[in-house]
């Protein structure tokens, strides 16, 4: 991707799925900070607290015919795409059920919703989005996708689903890079740290988190805007990067001024 081309004096357009709350919220924060034309998509996001300077479409994107809308409105709007945040993520919810806290049961006692909220509303959602994006991105050779994963792409991280899905996640930026290359549209999967989200908060409050290596979800926002002005950035095309490492690449600081930590397998 050269520099020319993501650089250009309009403004980019950006889609960040799963924008109502937790990391997609704060990536849209971020991104509209950095200077992005900012569109956010999700089932509750007309209930979000977001400003209005980013376009709220309501979208579950579990129903296709919502994700064509979103991106049917944005090309009525907009005429392109830029940036596409694969962020929309049901595998968080219902964690409790009964009063039994279920989300780390083993994978043959796991409820049925949690395979959709994982795999449907999360790798399949975030493979249509995808399809979408590259029918506006190709014919004009410009565009980044992006792919939120997670560390339990190859770490057990107490659900075997949440494993699969981000490891699916994963292997699905590897392929989509090499059909998207010849197009110069780059590919990333790219994995947050421990987020400051209104769950993570909740539950470090009854002493479930240490925060000290934390990051806020804007600081994954900023990320995506260093990355997204990489003039090299077609080198790293399918790989799987650290947000934290990419910020100290670039001296991206989190929204205190501080610099998350790099963490490693023995940290997770």
Not at 81 to 86: A, P, R, T
């Amino acid at each position: 991707m050269t520099s020319e081309r993501n650089e250009a004096p309009e403004e980019s357009v950006a889609l960040v799925t799963g924008a109502s709350r937790g990391v997609g919220r704060g990536i849209a924060l971020g991104l509209l900070a950095a200077g992005f034309r900012v569109y956010g998509s999700g089932r509750s996001i007309e209930q979000a607290d977001l400003p209005r300077t980013i376009a709220g479409l309501r979208c579950d994107h579990l129903k296709d015919e919502e994700t064509a809308a979103v991106f049917e409105a944005i090309r009525s709007e907009c005429g392109r795409l830029d940036l596409l945040v694969n962020c929309a993520w049901g595998g968080y919810e219902k964690m409790v059920e009964g009063g039994a806290f279920t989300w780390p049961a083993p994978f043959w006692e796991q409820p049925p919703h949690r395979w959709t909220g994982m795999m449907d509303v999360g790798v399949r959602a975030a493979f249509v989005c995808s399809a979408h994006a590259a029918r506006m991105m190709t014919p004009r050779h410009r565009g980044l996708i992006i792919n939120i994963s997670s560390w339990s792409a190859q770490r057990h991280l107490g659900n075997t689903i949440y494993g699969i899905a981000k490891a699916a996640t994963d292997k699905m930026t590897s392929d989509m890079a090499v059909e998207l290359k010849p197009f110069d549209i780059p590919v990333i999967s790219l994995y947050p740290g421990l987020v400051r989200t209104e769950a993570v908060l909740a539950a470090a409050r009854s002493g479930a988190f240490d925060l000290s290596t934390s990051e806020s979800p804007e600081f994954i926002g900023r990320v995506i805007s260093a990355l997204f002005h990489d003039s090299n950035l077609m080198a790293r095309t399918g790989q799987v990067l650290i947000a934290a490492a990419v910020a100290k690449e670039f001296g991206v600081l989190d929204i205190d001024g501080s610099s998350p930590p790099v963490l490693t397998f023995a940290d997770i």
